[in-house]
């Protein structure tokens, strides 16, 4: 390799001359050329350089020989040495570097030095103080042989100053599977004088290092003679990416694919189904059936701990080649593949379903969470992973409705019932938002004589043409966490109004109101809070105020019952177990429980005038609450005969058809102002 083939000899050596490093150039055992780096440490000028023996410039040379000579072979590598130099003045400087053999036949060679001392000059001193500071590698190229390389070079890839020089980049750290792409940005360099890249370089190890890469050309006289190549180590910047790249696609709680991901999965399972019709796919549309009873009692730290717990046994209840998802809230999906009919998919649900019936520890407690979940098979109409995903929506809005805990299969008819079903639910949150609240009232009455107790109030909405609707017999969106509670709270505001009014116009009648909540709304934290304001601001008695809870409410969790109705009785206001007898509950909670009053499932009712030992259990209950001193309500009386069984039995209160219909509140007022039935006369 000729040292100035094609390439103008002056605007070489400018380029040598701006190096801070001693450069010489060999050919056949003379020094032909010194840069100005070694000129100035030297004190020479540069004419004296010229033919001058290598071996008078560079004694010791070749590490471990007596004698000076030179290192030239039949190879191209660089030989790092420690030699001597010896100025104008005759002082010797200790250097070290190294030999860089160009041409063998030729004998031609670039010689790199540093001094070992500080003998340098100051402005050489500046200029590799300010390159080694940098925190970007620096390597300068000239003829695709490393003339220089900074400390941050050495950090990032492992190979130091000594064994960068005289070798090539592209050799050094230029992976096999990057060459193309290195020999392209060299050349958009040529042509437009700058180039960057985000890429990967390997270090000494071998390992691939992200970095970001610019190089410039290294100019003298408008000549390009090399490269200015910066490195910088982009490996976090990477990482960084790949998490956000991870997160945008992926729940944060639960770490599984999000909505946009899980829909992506259906939409390319469907394509890959279009290419084989022979194989089909399903979705699973899963919610939580006491999500938000978890929350309310238990905290959103707890509700989160069960998400995960969820997520977790979705992802070992499935085949590999499914997927699950969380979409958002309490709500999850699960893409199962590669299925031949609805049975197929039937089987992974009933598969999910007996996972989510058994209790999750929550924080060192049990916690049942149940599912309903809705199942969709991919049919030719499903032209896109949403109305795959509705569909299994619709069938899951079923199972909730039809009591949860089970799965539903989509067909037609069932998106028909569910459109109907959401269009009521629509017409629930605007009459709710334009607060078209009505109440009615059942009158609660002893059974001796028929003397008015008082009434068990409803929270009911008005309809544009008059009439009302009970919330019991409306959709199921009114148990919504939001929704729900700002119910409870209107029913509490009218109830201790109500009682105010009662008290105000017949203090000496002592009548009772009762209101009901359902689970969530009695376990719901803004319950105690709220009622106390309401009691407050009307200045109703809290004793002659009962809020009624359905049996299921106390099964689950005693304890955290137990806990609310003490905080509700510490304020006097009773609490009366609804519908009891339902589910065959305990009898340990009317033992256990402080509740003030038991009312009567209306099948226990009934069982009064059943023979044998239906009525016997029924008369031995009564007796158990009169004897723990606990009020008791026979619900749905509708016969003259069930009254008098009733009364015979012990059971002080009732209400039901035999006694009085439902009634709006001026009705209700005016029967207060009697305080006996108008409708049963015969009591």
Same mark, same amino acid.
């Given at each position: 390799m000729n040292?100035?083939?094609?390439?103008?000899?002056?605007?070489?050596?400018?380029?040598?001359?701006v190096?801070?490093?001693l450069?010489?150039?060999?050919?056949? &055992?003379?020094?032909?050329?010194?840069?100005?780096?070694?000129r100035?440490? +030297?004190?020479?000028a540069?004419d004296?350089?010229?033919?001058?023996p290598?071996?008078?410039?560079?004694?010791?040379?070749?590490?471990?020989?007596?004698?000076?000579?030179?290192?030239?072979?039949?190879?191209?590598r660089?030989?790092?040495?420690?030699?001597?130099?010896r100025d104008?003045?005759?002082?010797?400087?200790?250097v070290? &570097?190294?030999?860089?053999?160009l041409?063998?036949e030729?004998?031609?060679a670039v010689?790199v030095?540093l001094?070992?001392?500080?003998?340098r000059?100051?402005?050489?001193?500046l200029?590799e103080?300010?390159?080694?500071?940098?925190p970007e590698?620096?390597?300068?190229?000239y003829?695709n042989?490393?003339l220089?390389?900074?400390?941050?070079?050495t950090?990032?890839f492992?190979?130091t100053?000594?064994?960068?020089?005289g070798?090539?980049l592209?050799?050094l750290?230029?992976p096999?599977t990057?060459?193309?792409?290195?020999?392209a940005?060299?050349?958009a360099v040529?042509?437009?004088?700058?180039?960057m890249?985000?890429?990967?370089?390997?270090?000494k190890?071998?390992?691939?290092?992200?970095?970001?890469?610019q190089?410039?050309p290294?100019?003298?006289d408008s000549?390009?003679?090399?490269?200015?190549?910066?490195?910088?180590?982009?490996?976090e910047h990477?990482?960084?990416e790949?998490?956000?790249?991870?997160?945008a696609?992926?729940?944060?709680?639960?770490?599984l694919?999000?909505?946009?991901l899980f829909?992506?999965?259906?939409?390319?399972?469907?394509n890959r189904?279009?290419?084989?019709?022979?194989?089909s796919?399903?979705?699973?549309?899963?919610d939580?059936?006491e999500?938000?009873?978890?929350?309310?009692r238990? &905290?959103h730290?707890?509700?989160?701990a069960l998400?995960?717990?969820?997520?977790?046994?979705?992802?070992?209840?499935?085949?590999?080649?499914?997927s699950?998802?969380?979409?958002?809230g309490?709500?999850?999906?699960?893409?199962?593949?590669?299925?031949?009919?609805?049975?197929?998919l039937?089987?992974?649900?009933r598969r999910?379903l007996?996972?989510?019936e058994r209790?999750?520890?929550?924080?060192?407690?049990?916690v049942?969470? &149940?599912?309903s979940?809705g199942?969709?098979?991919?049919t030719p109409?499903h032209?896109?992973?949403d109305?795959?995903?509705r569909?299994a929506?619709?069938?899951?809005?079923r199972a909730?409705?039809?009591?949860g805990?089970?799965?539903e299969?989509f067909?037609?008819h069932?998106?028909?019932s569910?459109n109907?079903q959401?269009?009521?639910e629509?017409?629930?949150?605007?009459?709710?938002?334009k607060r078209?609240?009505a109440?009615q009232?059942?009158?609660?009455?002893r059974?001796a004589?028929g003397?008015?107790?008082?009434?068990?109030?409803f929270?009911?909405?008005?309809?544009?043409d008059?009439?009302v609707?009970?919330?019991?017999?409306l959709?199921?969106?009114?148990?919504?966490?939001?929704?729900?509670i700002?119910?409870?709270?209107?029913?509490?505001?009218a109830a201790?109004?109500q009682?105010?009014? +009662?008290?105000?116009?017949?203090?000496?009648?002592d009548?009772?109101l009762?209101v009901?909540?359902?689970r969530?709304?009695l376990?719901?934290?803004d319950?105690?809070?709220h009622?106390?304001?309401?009691?407050?601001?009307?200045?109703?008695?809290?004793?002659?105020?009962l809020?009624?809870?359905?049996e299921?409410?106390f099964n689950?969790d005693p304890?955290?019952?137990?806990?609310?109705l003490q905080r +509700?009785a510490?304020r006097q206001?009773?609490?009366a177990?609804?519908?009891f007898?339902?589910s065959?509950a305990?009898?340990n909670?009317?033992?256990r429980l402080?509740?003030?009053?038991?009312k009567l499932?209306?099948r226990l009712?009934a069982?009064?005038?059943?023979?044998?030992r239906q009525s016997?259990?029924?008369e031995?209950?009564?007796r158990?609450c009169?004897?723990?001193?606990?009020?008791?309500?026979?619900?749905?009386?509708?016969?003259?005969?069930?009254?008098?069984?009733?009364?015979?039995m012990?059971?002080?209160?009732?209400q039901?058809?035999? +006694?009085?219909p439902?009634?709006?509140?001026e009705?209700a007022l005016?029967?207060?102002e009697?305080?006996?039935?108008?409708f049963?006369?015969?009591?």
């Open positions: 040292l100035y083939k094609n390439a103008n000899p002056d605007a070489q050596r400018e380029v040598l001359d190096l801070p490093v450069v010489f150039l060999e050919r056949a &055992g003379s020094i032909l050329f010194a840069n100005a780096e070694a100035l440490l +030297l004190g020479l540069e004296p350089w010229v033919a001058r290598v071996e008078d410039v560079l004694w010791g040379l070749s590490a471990g020989t007596a004698e000076p000579r030179t290192l030239l072979t039949a190879t191209e660089a030989y790092p040495f420690h030699a001597t130099l104008s003045n005759g002082r010797l400087i200790s070290e &570097g190294a030999y860089c053999v041409h063998p030729l004998r031609e010689i030095a001094p070992t001392q500080r003998e000059a100051p402005q050489s001193r200029m103080d300010v390159l080694a500071s940098l590698a620096i390597a300068i190229e003829q042989h490393v220089y390389a900074n400390p941050a070079f950090r990032m492992g190979f100053a000594e064994e960068a020089s070798g090539s592209r050799r750290i230029v096999e990057r060459l193309n792409e290195n020999a940005l060299l050349k040529d042509d437009h004088g700058f180039a890249v985000e890429t990967v370089r390997s270090n190890a071998g390992e691939l290092v992200d970095v970001s890469l190089v410039a290294l100019r003298v000549s390009s003679v090399g490269y200015v190549f910066t490195f910088r180590d982009i490996g990477k990482e960084t790949k998490k956000l790249e991870h997160d696609m992926h729940d944060v709680l639960t770490g694919p999000n909505r946009a829909l992506d999965h259906v939409n390319l399972t469907l189904r279009l290419r084989d019709p022979g194989q796919c399903g979705v699973l549309y899963l939580l059936d999500f938000k009873e978890v929350n309310d238990l &905290g730290a707890a509700g989160d998400l995960v717990a969820v997520a977790g046994r979705l992802r070992a209840s499935l085949r590999p080649q499914d699950a998802a969380r979409l958002g309490d709500e999850f999906a699960v893409l199962v593949e590669n299925i031949l009919s609805t049975s197929d039937e089987v992974v649900a999910i007996a996972e989510m209790p999750f520890e929550i924080f060192g407690r049990d049942h969470a &149940g599912a979940i199942a969709a098979v991919a109409d032209a896109s992973s109305l795959l995903v569909d929506d619709f069938a899951m809005y909730k409705q039809a009591g805990g089970r799965y299969i067909d037609k069932l998106e028909v569910v109907d959401q269009e009521r629509r017409e629930l949150r605007s009459a709710v938002s078209q609240f109440f009232y059942l009158p609660i009455y059974l004589g003397m008015l107790e008082g009434f068990e109030s929270l009911g909405l008005r309809r544009a008059g009439t609707d009970s919330f019991s017999e959709p199921a969106v009114a148990e919504d966490n939001n929704l729900s700002l119910l409870a709270r209107e029913a509490l505001d201790c109004a009682l105010r009014l +009662l008290a105000d116009r017949w203090p000496e009648q009548l009772v009762t009901n909540l359902t969530r709304q376990y719901h934290p319950l105690v809070p009622l106390i304001k309401a009691l407050a601001a009307s200045g109703a008695d809290p004793s002659r105020l809020l009624e809870a359905p299921t409410a689950e304890d955290a019952a137990v806990a609310i +509700l510490d206001v009773r609490v177990i609804d519908d007898g339902s065959l305990p009898l909670h009317l033992v402080p509740v003030g009053m038991v499932a209306p009712t069982a009064a005038l059943s023979p044998g016997a259990v029924l031995s209950l009564i158990l009169n004897t723990l001193g606990l009020q008791i309500v026979a619900q749905g009386i509708e016969t003259q005969q069930q009254l008098a069984a009733l009364s015979r012990g059971c002080a209160l009732g039901g058809p035999l +006694l009085s439902l009634l709006d509140a009705r005016a029967l207060a009697t305080g006996f039935s108008a049963a006369p015969g009591i």
